[in-house]
């Protein structure tokens, strides 16, 4: 199943009644088992491109679409894993992660051995009854994964999920993040401003410009998935960021200057 | 050669104070027993302020001849009932204010204009349209309980974090459910804020509307005391007021913390 973006724009309307061009002429599709990455400078719509595919917000011209799945068959399901982590603080670790899965209707049983699956899999076990505030920032991240993974989504969607964590633990996450996506193979589309998570992780890293926001180009990684920061592939590693930010540069000097 | 030295030490120590358990009862047995002393050298005549010997003596005398409970229980029913009544369906209100921006615009105006009117001021309209039996009384406390509860459960929605919302819609809910596990639960902690703030209401009104219409009731005992200068019998039913407020109060609490664990 492929998930296509076709012809998105997005405008909106400024506190002084001008039109602003958010995104236009976005085309590009996620391939089954593909992670594509999102990266761009501040202010180049790619929140606001990952809110619109996740059925957040509606696009003022052009689709997004499941190819492969008839208007009748249920609805694909849709993981996100959120900048703002949100989860309910009302509900344990446990609660949380199986939100999804009560919301699908499914059986208690089943709800329990999901849960316990991706607890386990994010590395919380041991943690299930605690709330949210009780934990770290990462742990909290992690949860927010097992909640999205839980459904196990026809797309994963992450919006710099990792923004919000201290650079050791966001580097220590990246690389989990990597195992556990080989575990599970979900198509993904990642939002990111760093440039080295996105080399790190992508399949494709789909370039966007501001003002507005467009697609300047779309690479592919031909890196091997897993070990890319090994030595012997250093030097390719760091062609593909500077490339990368060669293409964003001069937009993210602009967007500095605007502040 | 002894060393030179300078120890830093916590100047903030005063933050992180551990206070012994006895204090908190101290303040208020040193108030009782100079109260006590005060009315045994009959500094004050009984009769303005009796001595807290004599209001015990005059409590245990009530409970035993059984007025004491008939009066209070007549009091538990309307103030339970209008409590109930008022908050729950103040809870509800508030909800959907807060959730359909419809109910906002038609009913919130209403709301607000009803809202800084003395409740006690509609009793004798109330009396004109239910008489003067229990009704009245408990539709008077639901009236002040519920104005509170629906302004701060509206204020609890309206501060929900919108994340939360999209989070749950995303993982499939439907609104019914972004009410019952997000915005209800999201907003509990506003809610018993109001619950907490009515309780004073409701014992303020159960007390008025008992003194200007009823044969039972603490707030009748303590008028019909007052009016016989049968001034310790009258601080029993302060007493009981009291009494009837701090429980109030330690059970919403417990509630809370029972519903509200998350904080």
Known sequence: MRIVIENVGKTFVDTKKHEVTALTNINFSIEEQEFVVLVGPSGCGKSTLLNIVGGLMSPTSGSVYFEGMAASDKKPSLGIV??????????????NVIFGLEEQGISKQEQQDKGKHYIDMVGLTGFENSYPKQLSG????????????????DLLLMDEPFSALDAQTRTLMQEELLTIWNRTKLSTLYVTHNIQEAVYLADRVIVLSRHPGQIKEIIHIDLPKIGRDKDEYRVQFE????????????????????? | MSQQRQVITNRVAFLEQKIPAYASVLGISVLIAIWEVVC???????????????????GWEMTVSGELFSNLFASLYRILGGYAIGATIGIIVGLALGFSRWA???????????????????????????????????V????????????????????????????????GSNHFNVIRKVILPGSLPMIFAGLKLSAGTSLLLLVAAEMIAAQEGIGSMVLHYGNLMITNKLMVGVLVLSLLGLLFNKTLQWIERKLVPWK
Do not use: C, H
């Open chain 1, 82 to 95: 959120f900048q703002e982590i949100a989860l309910f603080p009302w509900r344990t670790v446990y609660e």
């Open chain 1, 138 to 153: 990462g742990m909290k991240q992690r949860a927010g994964i097992a909640r999205a993974l839980a459904i196990e989504p």
């Open chain 1, 239 to 259: 062609q593909y960021a500077d490339q990368i930010w060669q293409l964003i540069r001069q937009d993210a000097q602009d967007a500095l200057k605007e502040g």
């Open chain 2, 40 to 58: 045994q050298l009959e500094i004050v005549p009984p009769l303005f302020l009796p001595a807290p010997s004599a209001i015990v003596m005059a």
């Open chain 2, 104 to 138: 906002d615009a038609i009913f919130s105006p209403i709301v607000y204009s009803i809202y800084p009117i003395p409740k006690i001021a509609l009793l004798p309209l109330i009396i004109l349209w239910l008489g003067i039996g229990e009704l009245p009384k408990v």
């Open chain 2, 140 to 171: 008077i406390i639901a009236l002040g309980v519920f104005f509170p509860v629906v302004i701060n459960t509206f204020s609890g929605v309206k501060n929900v974090d919108p994340m939360l919302i999209k989070a749950a819609v995303t993982f």
